[in-house]
Every structure is written in structure tokens, then in C-alpha cells.
């Protein structure tokens, strides 16, 4: 069976790895500079994480709804989602001085841990206030504690002086406005 931009979603979600194959093909460009414009700091891991992406994209098939999203940015989202992992994890690992001695040929030349832990914490904030911009600012207050900070429902609730059921209602919305936004960025 030839694969192609009318059955791919079905194949892929049939498992057939050529599918997958086609998505490389058609989306692989697209995929890849969404992940080089969030990781240019790390040109030895972009590789590795398009390969995150792809694997993100085949597990979880079953979740994508065309009715509500493109498969282009859907995955773009995914891209992205996951560069930004990627920056987080790398800035932990040099925080912790647990950055294996090969990983550091992928630094920049000249680069001291302090200055890319800084440059990819400025990469993830802009991108993490960008994101929350369609909020009010008790909700990106909120979304910084659970989802940034990783504090858990009882301390935020504690902190803010709401109720549990009233910052779940509050993180229900916000997603979905995060989403709308989202995709009508995407979709410019």
C-alpha cells in the first residue's frame, strides 16, 4: 500500500512504520527547524531530540483529533514541547554538575556552564510568558506554581487562598485558551 496525505493518519495509527516514514518525509523539515530555532544552543542534541518527536508522534497518534488541529501543528506543537524539555533537562544536568564529559562537545565553543544555564533559562521563560500572555494574571500565576515551579494542588492552594476545585476549573480553562492560542498562532 502507498502511503500518502490521505491515509497516512489512518497507517500511522494502524502502526504501520511507513507512515512514519512518510511523516519524516513530509514533516521532517518542519519538525526539525521548530527544533533548531528553540535548541540552537545545543546543535549535538537536536538530532537525538527529532528522534523524541518522532517516537512522541507514534506513541501517542491516538490523541491527535483532526477536527480539532492539523496534523502539522499538532506536531509542531510536539516539536517544540519537546525542545523545550530538552533545554530544561540540560540546564538541571549542568546545575547539578551531572553533564557527561562527551555531552560537552555539543556546548558552544567558549561557553561557560553559568552563561548557557542563563541562555536557556531566558530561551524557556520567553517562551513560557509567551505562552501564558493569553492568561489573566492570577491564572499564569497559578500555572507557574504547578506546572513551573512543581508545586503540588495543597501548596498552591494554600498560597493563592482558593480552593482546589476552584484552581482546577482555573488550569481547565487556561489550557484550553493556552491551546486556542496556540493553534491560532500556529496556524498564521
Not at 518522532?54 to 506513541?59: A, E, G, R, T
Not at 483529533?65 to 509542531?76: M, P
Request: aromatic share 10%; charged share 40%.
Amino acid at each position: 500500500m502507498r502511503i500518502n496525505r490521505d491515509n497516512f493518519l489512518e497507517e500511522l495509527r494502524k502502526r504501520n512504520e511507513k507512515a512514519l516514514e512518510f511523516v519524516v518525509e513530509e514533516y521532517g523539515g518542519l519538525l526539525l527547524s521548530v527544533i533548531r530555532r528553540h535548541m540552537a544552543i545545543l546543535p549535538g542534541m537536536q538530532e537525538e531530540c527529532m528522534n523524541d518527536v518522532l517516537f512522541k508522534i507514534w506513541k501517542h497518534i491516538g490523541q491527535f483529533d483532526e477536527k480539532k488541529n492539523t496534523f502539522k501543528n499538532w506536531a509542531a506543537g510536539i516539536a517544540r514541547y519537546q525542545s523545550i524539555d530538552y533545554l530544561r533537562k540540560y540546564a538541571k544536568e549542568l546545575e547539578m554538575g551531572t553533564w557527561r564529559e562527551e555531552d560537552a562537545k555539543t556546548q558552544e565553543a567558549g561557553r561557560e556552564d553559568g552563561e548557557l544555564i542563563r541562555m536557556i533559562e531566558d530561551e524557556i521563560s520567553e517562551e513560557v510568558e509567551q505562552m501564558l500572555s493569553c492568561l489573566s494574571e492570577t491564572d499564569r500565576e497559578i500555572f507557574r506554581k504547578l506546572f513551573f515551579q512543581e508545586m503540588d494542588m495543597d501548596e498552591v492552594s494554600r498560597e493563592t487562598g482558593m480552593k482546589k476545585e476552584m484552581i482546577y476549573n482555573r488550569v481547565s480553562r487556561g489550557k484550553r485558551k493556552i491551546r486556542n492560542w496556540h493553534e491560532s498562532r500556529e496556524g498564521r
